[in-house]
């Protein structure tokens, strides 16, 4: 692919810039990778010469887009996804920088291997990719890693991926090590006790198709510990994946005590509900699982009220060998950078939220959660940009997904919307002909 490096005139679009709280007609003027200006009215005689005036009447600007959660499998999973193929994905679906998860082989939890990682991605990807380093030593959930050193190499989180730390006394000690480095844990909360065999929602749905649930409490439980942890220790925490109205309930309480916590939730958890299961969808069985109607509502209304800060795409690439199972045995998860955004789009058009709000979750909360120069549209800063189409209607076709694994639970859906154009550090890496 061609990246063209010109100076970019996006004119007329409306912009959508939640860091200015903006919303509103005008243009952006790119340059030397950077914004050099956003206002309306710039004319084609006050750009450098070369520039690539772009027309976005009728279509939206708004910065590229943070994925806070992505599984990537380089090193040692390159057959479900490597940097390049990510970055591809990425730049379809209007992702302008990838966090990548630990859990690879080996897993990241020394300084050699976020170097890889970040050499790696930079020679072959096409947007920005960041790992968030394991929190324990092999993802074990017994010995923390080296903070310290982790960060300084460019490790922007510390995690470990779908797995839970159950021992209290570590995570204590990690939450009081994130405060004295500053760093931020982001915990995937699900007790391993209480999950058991458990492969979907606990409730009457997975009664009818004879499959072990999960209760809402195996998360709840051990949300409600860390609270307790992060107001011991004064640690900055990030709940991974949030997914029923008991978390949320935890989540309140803890914000309203002034804890300095924040939440994603998966696009997946917004857009879809265990109903969508079906006749044992295994590329709807996720982790945590799909819950009720009635959850995915309130998640949603949180997203809208602010309690949860961030969608992401929980991009979990899984081929055929682990999804043509029986259910109980398929493997948990779902390819989304891709399809983050038009998921989003529904959102937006059937009227549960607004635009600059979905963009914030997507965008601008998450760079100012992990102390990243994106998310925004303000002078100067990187410009990492999409474009997109709000109304034009299009079909998923899997076969047409850049990742090598075809795993989405949307397939064949029907969307309205999609990016475009996306631009990381003023080059154009994808343009929609």
């Not at 887009?65 to 040692?76: T, Y």
């Not at 991926?161 to 500053?182: E, H, I, K, P």
């Not at 799909?290 to 979990?316: C, K, T």
């Not at 034009?392 to 309205?416: G, Q, V, Y």
Request: aromatic content about 4%; overall charge negative; glycine content about 8%.
């Amino acid at each position: 692919m061609l990246i063209d490096r010109r100076p970019i005139l996006l004119a007329n679009a409306r912009v959508v810039d939640p860091s200015k709280d903006f919303d509103g007609i005008a243009d952006v003027l790119i340059a030397d990778g950077t914004i050099r200006e956003t206002r309306r009215g710039i004319s084609a005689a006050g750009v450098p010469e070369g520039t690539d005036i772009v027309n976005c009447s009728g279509k939206i600007v708004a910065p590229g887009l943070v994925d806070m959660r992505a599984f990537v499998g380089e090193p040692g999973f390159s057959h479900r996804e490597t940097f390049a193929s990510a970055s591809q994905a990425a730049a379809t679906g209007g992702v302008t920088t990838i966090i990548c998860q630990p859990e690879t082989e080996p897993v990241i939890d020394n300084s050699a291997t976020v170097d890889f990682v970040m050499r790696r991605a930079r020679d072959t990807a096409i947007v920005n990719i960041l790992p968030m380093a394991a929190l324990t030593k092999g993802m074990h959930g017994e010995e923390m890693t080296e903070f310290g050193l982790l960060k300084a190499a460019g490790a922007v989180a510390f995690s470990d991926g779908d797995r839970s730390v159950t021992n209290a006394q570590v995570m204590r000690w990690a939450l009081t090590y994130a405060r004295d480095f500053d760093a931020l844990i982001v915990h995937h909360t699900e007790d391993p006790k209480l999950v058991g065999e458990g492969v979907m929602n606990e409730g009457e749905f997975a009664t009818r198709l004879g499959l072990m649930g999960i209760p809402n409490a195996a998360e709840a439980v051990m949300l409600e510990r860390d609270m307790r942890l992060v107001a011991l220790t004064g640690g900055r925490y990030h709940a991974a994946s949030l997914s029923c109205t008991d978390s949320l309930d935890i989540l309140k309480r803890a914000r309203d005590a002034g804890l300095p916590v924040t939440a994603s939730v998966s696009i997946n958890h917004l857009a879809l509900n265990e109903n969508d299961i079906g006749p044992y969808r295994t590329f709807l069985k996720l982790s945590p699982p799909l819950r009720s109607e009635d959850d995915r509502r309130a998640l949603v209304a949180a997203v809208a009220s602010g309690l949860v800060d961030v969608i992401m795409s929980d991009h979990n690439p899984q081929d055929v060998e682990g999804k043509r199972l029986p259910f109980a045995e398929a493997a948990p998860g779902a390819v989304g950078l891709e399809t983050m955004l038009p998921a989003g789009l529904r959102l937006v058009h059937n009227g549960e939220l607004e635009l600059k709000t979905l963009i914030s979750a997507m965008s601008t909360r998450p760079a100012e959660i992990l102390g990243l120069p994106g998310g925004t549209l303000r002078v100067g800063s990187p410009a990492d940009v999409i474009v997109i189409d709000p109304d034009t209607p299009w079909i998923l076709d899997p076969a047409d997904l850049k990742s090598p694994c075809k795993n989405t639970p949307f397939d064949e859906a029907r969307f309205t919307g999609r990016v475009v154009r996306t631009i990381v550090s003023g080059r154009t890496v994808f343009e929609h002909v």
